[in-house]
């Protein structure tokens, strides 16, 4: 099993910025990517970002110049800046990890793709 533990979400204004932090432990050999998705209330999940083992990254449309997903070799972990925030951009954020084929990163990794979730960080953003 892997046990993913997201971290950072909190309460910000509008253009501000966080940073959130998915930690990975247990069979992280089981796992090539990780991915952040988003879930806004009565919305359904969308993917945010992805960062795969060899380093490769994917954004979704909607956060493209404004989020930055990277990886923390020396605490496994994984990083989501969140700049540039808006309301739209309030949810609970969610890290998760699974073993993709390339096909499956590079069409932003779905859902249904991932194996492994965490329980979730709420990021609220003000007007």
């Known amino acids: 099993q892997v046990q993913l533990v997201e971290s950072g979400g909190g309460l910000v204004q509008a253009g501000g910025s966080l940073r959130l932090s998915c930690a990975a432990s247990g069979s992280v050999f089981r796992i090539n990517a990780i991915a952040w998705y988003r879930q806004a209330p009565g919305k359904q999940r969308e993917f945010v970002a992805a960062?795969?083992?060899?380093?490769?990254?994917d954004y979704a449309d909607s956060v493209t110049g404004r989020f930055t997903i990277s990886r923390d070799s020396a605490k496994n972990s994984i990083n989501l800046q969140l700049n540039s925030l808006t309301p739209e951009d309030t949810a609970v954020y969610y890290c998760?990890?699974?073993?993709?084929?390339?096909?499956?990163?590079?069409?932003?990794?779905?859902?249904?793709?991932?194996?492994?979730w965490g329980k979730g960080t709420l990021v609220t953003v003000s007007s």
């Open positions: 998760a990890g699974g073993r993709l084929s390339d096909s499956e990163f590079r069409n932003k990794p779905v859902v249904n793709d991932m194996d492994y």
């Open positions: 960062i795969s083992s060899g380093a490769n990254t």
